[in-house]
C-alpha cells in the first residue's frame, strides 16, 4: 500500500507542478504550442522526421515517426505512449529523452540538432511541461502557404530574404519563417540558407526554391539575368518581323535574361539533325547533297514533312513508346512472348504513321478489353498487372507525374497523398484476365474485361477508397459502368492541366535534348518550367489542332531554337535552360547503331527467338528489348521496366569507349567483304573524291580543307588500302561529331 501511495503522491505533485506551471505560462501570455502547427512543422526543421532518420520506414533508434509529420496521431503516440513513456517528462522536461538526444546531453545518432537556448527548445520544453498534448480536434487547420516575393528578378552575387505566411482555417496568419524548410533546385544558379535567405552565384539562369510548412508547400521562382559585361556578349538583336507564337515566347525569355542567341544552323547541320531526330535514321549523301542544292525559301519546312512520311519515322518513336509503355520481351517464363509484342509494337506504329489523335491513342489503350490476339492495345495489360503499376505507369507517361512517394506517405514535394494514389488505383480495380496461363510470370494469350466488382482499400486506414482522378472528380462505379472510361474522358478533355502539357514538353524534351519542365515527367510545384509561357502555347496548339503530332513537331522543329547551332557563344556558354542555342544529344544506342551499320553498309545479325530477324531488319523497328547484343545494353537501350525515360542512358562509361575499341560488331562490319570500307578499296576513284563523300555519308557535310588534307595524306600514306579506309572510317565513326546530333 506504501507503494501505491507513493505512486499516487508522485503522480499528484506532478499535476500540482503541471498546473502552476501552465498559470505561469498563461500569466506570461505565452502560448501553448499546438502539436499539428508547431512541434510537427518544428521536427522537420530539425530533419527528424526525413526519410533519413526517424522518417524512414522502418524508423531510427526505435523510433519511427511519420515522414514529415503527415499523421501527427501516430506521431503523437510514438513520442508520448512508446519507449515506456521515456521521450518526454512533463514533471522535468529538461530530462525528456527527446530534448537530451537533441541536445547533445546523450548520445544521438543524429548529432545535436539544437542549442538550449534557442527558440526551438523552449518550444519543445513548453510543449513538454503542459503535458506533451497531441493533436486537437479543435486546432485551426493550416489550409495554404504562402511566400513573399513569390517570384523576382536578382541580380547575380546578392541576396534576397524570403518571408513564408501559413494561414489557418480560423481566418489567423503567422509568419512562420523560422519554422520553414527551405531548398533550391539549382543550388549552382542560386542557393538558400535554413532561414530563407537566397544567396545568388556569379551566372545566370532560372532556379526555384521550395517552402515547406507543416503539410503545405510553396514555391519561389528566381530570375537571374546574365552579365553581359563580365561574359563577353552582346544583347539579343530581335529579328525584324512577325514572330510565331512559339518564338515570341522564346524571344522574351532571352531578352528577360539578356541571353545572346547562337546564329542559325547550317543546312547541313539542319539535314542531319532533324533525319535523325524524326527518323532515327542518318541522311544520305544524296540526300544531304539535294539539300544543299535546294534554294527554295521553304526547303525545310518541305523537308519535315517527307520525314513525317517515310516508314522510319513511325518505326522510330514506335520504339519511343513502346519502351515508355513496357512492352517488354524479356524476365518471361513463357517463350512465346514475341508474337505478344511484335502485335503491340506494330499496332504502335502503324498508330503514329497513320497520325492518330493523341488522345485517341492514350484512350485505346487504358480503356483496351478482349483478346490480346485480336485487340492489341490490351497487351499493354500484360506488364501492368498491379495497383501499384496503373498508378505509377499512367500518372508518369500521360500525366508527367511522379507519384511513386504516395504509395506509402505523403507525396514529400507536392500536393498528393496516399487517398490520391489509391483513388488513381481504384479505376483499374475491375480489371479481370481470364484463359490465360496461371503457372507462367506473365499470361501470354489473356483476354481482358471489366468485372462486376473491385475495390481498392486505403493501407492505413483501411477505408475502401472511390475510384478518382488525381485533383479530379470521383468517377461512377456501379456494375454497369468502367470507371476507366470516365478517367479517359477526364485525361483527354482540354481542360486537364497535365495531359497535353505533358506530351508537349515530351516531344520538345526529345527534340531539343532538354524538356521545358526538366525532367520530363516530373511536373510539380517546386519544379516549374523554365518558360511556362511557352510551354502553355504548345499546348493550347496541341488541343487546338486535334491532338495532332505531326502538326506538334513542325511546330517545335520550325522554332528558332530548334535551329539554332549547337555552337555557343560568350553570351549563352552557360545556358542549359532556355534553349538559346541547341543543344547536343548523343544518339540512342538504336540510331548509333544503325548509323554505323548504314555508314559502312553491313546491316546487323539480330538473334530472335526462335531464329533469327530478317537480314536487314534495323535496330529502331525491333519489337522488343529481349534481343541480344552487348553494344545496345553498353549504349543504354532501356530494360522497358519502368515508364520513365530516364531508364535510357546516354551518360558515358568506359564500356563504351571500350565497346568501340574492341566491338566484334563494328570489326565484322568494317571487313565485310561487301561493305563500304572494301568498296573504297576497289574504286577507281581518287581518295580526294572518296573521302568527299565518306564525310558525307558520315557527318552529312563535305570535309573542311584541313580534313581534306589530312585524310588524303593518310590514305596515300597507308601500302595496305584497305586497311587505310577501314582505319579512316573507324576513327570518324568513334568521334564526337558522329555520335551526338548537334
Known amino acids: 500500500m506504501r507503494i ?55 524508423g531510427q533508434g526505435g523510433l519511427k515517426i511519420s515522414l514529415f509529420g503527415f499523421h501527427p496521431e501516430s506521431d503523437h503516440a510514438a513520442l508520448v505512449q512508446e519507449g515506456r513513456s521515456r521521450r518526454i517528462l512533463p514533471a522535468a522536461p529538461e530530462r525528456s529523452l527527446l530534448l537530451r538526444k537533441a541536445t547533445g546531453q546523450i548520445p544521438h545518432g543524429g548529432g545535436r540538432r539544437l542549442a538550449a537556448d534557442s527558440e526551438e527548445y523552449r518550444v519543445l ?74 544567396t545568388t552565384q556569379s551566372g545566370g539562369g532560372l532556379f526555384a526554391v521550395m517552402v515547406r510548412f507543416g503539410d503545405k508547400i510553396a514555391a519561389f521562382e528566381g530570375t537571374i539575368p546574365y552579365d553581359r559585361a563580365s561574359i563577353g556578349g552582346t544583347a539579343p538583336s530581335r529579328p525584324a518581323g512577325e514572330l510565331s507564337t512559339i518564338d515570341e515566347q522564346l524571344w522574351r525569355q532571352w531578352e528577360r535574361l539578356g541571353i545572346e542567341p547562337s546564329p542559325p544552323a547550317t543546312d547541313a547541320e539542319l539535314i542531319r539533325r532533324a533525319t535523325v531526330d524524326i527518323c532515327g535514321t542518318l541522311p544520305t549523301a544524296a540526300e544531304v547533297q539535294a539539300y544543299l542544292a535546294d534554294e527554295r525559301p521553304n526547303k525545310q519546312a518541305l523537308l519535315i514533312d517527307r520525314l513525317l512520311e517515310r516508314p522510319e519515322y513511325a518505326g522510330y518513336f514506335a520504339q519511343k513508346w513502346a519502351a515508355i509503355l513496357k512492352n517488354r520481351g524479356g524476365g518471361y517464363a513463357t517463350s512465346k ?76 514535394a507536392e500536393r498528393w497523398s496516399q487517398t490520391d494514389y489509391y483513388g488513381l488505383a481504384a479505376v483499374f480495380a475491375r480489371i479481370g484476365r481470364k484463359q490465360g496461363f496461371a ?53 483527354t478533355s482540354a481542360n486537364n492541366p497535365f495531359f497535353a502539357r505533358t506530351m508537349v514538353n515530351r516531344m520538345w524534351g526529345h527534340f531539343m535534348g532538354r524538356g521545358i519542365i526538366h525532367p520530363i515527367d516530373d511536373a510539380r ?17 496541341f488541343v487546338e489542332s486535334g491532338y495532332d503530332v505531326k502538326q506538334l513537331i513542325r511546330t517545335i522543329t520550325a522554332s528558332r531554337a530548334y535551329r539554332h547551332s549547337s555552337t555557343p557563344l560568350p553570351g549563352n556558354r552557360g545556358d542549359k535552360q532556355n534553349f538559346a542555342r541547341f543543344y547536343p544529344k548523343r544518339l ?42 552487348n553494344f545496345l545494353d553498353v549504349f543504354g537501350r532501356p530494360g522497358r521496366t519502368s515508364a520513365c525515360e530516364c531508364e535510357r542512358s546516354d551518360e558515358p562509361a568506359l564500356a563504351q569507349a571500350l565497346e568501340i575499341v574492341n ?57 595496305d588500302r584497305g586497311e587505310a579506309y577501314r582505319t579512316l572510317l573507324w576513327s ?11
Open 4 to 58: 501505491v501511495f507513493s505512486n499516487y503522491r508522485c503522480l499528484f505533485m506532478t499535476l500540482i507542478a503541471v498546473a502552476w506551471l501552465a498559470s505561469a505560462l498563461d500569466a506570461a501570455e505565452v502560448a501553448v504550442p499546438d502539436f499539428r502547427n508547431d512541434v510537427i512543422p518544428l521536427l522537420t526543421k530539425l530533419n527528424c522526421n526525413s526519410g533519413g532518420c526517424h522518417g524512414k520506414s522502418t
Open 588 to 629: 540512342t544506342a538504336e540510331v548509333l547503331l544503325d548509323g554505323m551499320s548504314q555508314v559502312l553498309d553491313v546491316p546487323t545479325v539480330f538473334v530472335g527467338t526462335p531464329g533469327k530477324f530478317p537480314l536487314g531488319t534495323r535496330a529502331i523497328d525491333l519489337p522488343d528489348e529481349n534481343v541480344p547484343l
Open 337 to 412: 512472348q514475341r508474337a505478344g509484342t511484335a502485335l503491340f509494337s506494330a499496332w504502335i506504329r502503324d498508330s503514329i504513321a497513320a497520325n492518330k489523335p493523341y488522345d485517341r491513342f492514350v484512350a485505346e489503350i487504358l480503356t483496351a478489353t478482349g483478346s490480346q490476339q485480336q485487340n492489341p492495345p490490351t497487351i499493354w495489360y500484360r506488364s501492368i498487372r498491379t495497383p501499384q503499376e496503373y498508378v505509377e505507369s499512367i500518372a508518369q507517361a500521360f500525366l508527367g507525374v511522379r507519384i511513386q512517394c504516395a504509395q506509402c506517405h505523403h507525396h514529400p
Open 663 to 719: 566491338s566484334a560488331e563494328i570489326q565484322r562490319k568494317l571487313t565485310a567483304e561487301t561493305g563500304y570500307a572494301a568498296q573504297l578499296a576497289a574504286s577507281d576513284a581518287s581518295h580526294r573524291e572518296n573521302v568527299q563523300e565518306i564525310f558525307l555519308r558520315t557527318f552529312a557535310r563535305p570535309p573542311r580543307g584541313e580534313e581534306l588534307v589530312a585524310a588524303v595524306e593518310f590514305l596515300e600514306a597507308t601500302e
Open 525 to 541: 510545384s517546386t519544379n516549374p518550367p523554365s518558360n511556362p509561357e511557352l510551354l502553355d502555347a504548345l499546348a493550347t496548339g
Open 125 to 198: 520544453y513548453r510543449w513538454i511541461a503542459m503535458g506533451g498534448i497531441g493533436p486537437r480536434v479543435d486546432s485551426p487547420v493550416l489550409e495554404k502557404l504562402t511566400v513573399s516575393p513569390d517570384r523576382e528578378v536578382l541580380a547575380p552575387e546578392t541576396q534576397q530574404q524570403l518571408t513564408v505566411t501559413a494561414h489557418f482555417s480560423d481566418g489567423t496568419q503567422r509568419d512562420v519563417t523560422r519554422r520553414a524548410v527551405f531548398e533550391s533546385n539549382d543550388a549552382e544558379i542560386a542557393d538558400v540558407d535554413a532561414n530563407g535567405l537566397i
Open 732 to 742: 570518324l565513326l568513334a568521334t564526337g561529331e558522329f555520335m551526338f546530333n548537334h
Open 439 to 491: 503457372d507462367s510470370e506473365v499470361p501470354t494469350n489473356e483476354i481482358i474485361f471489366v468485372k462486376r466488382e473491385g475495390t481498392v482499400r486505403h493501407p492505413r486506414t483501411n477505408a475502401v477508397i472511390a475510384p478518382r482522378a488525381l485533383g479530379g472528380p470521383v468517377f461512377a462505379n456501379s456494375r454497369f459502368d468502367d470507371p476507366r472510361r470516365g478517367f479517359t474522358a477526364w485525361m
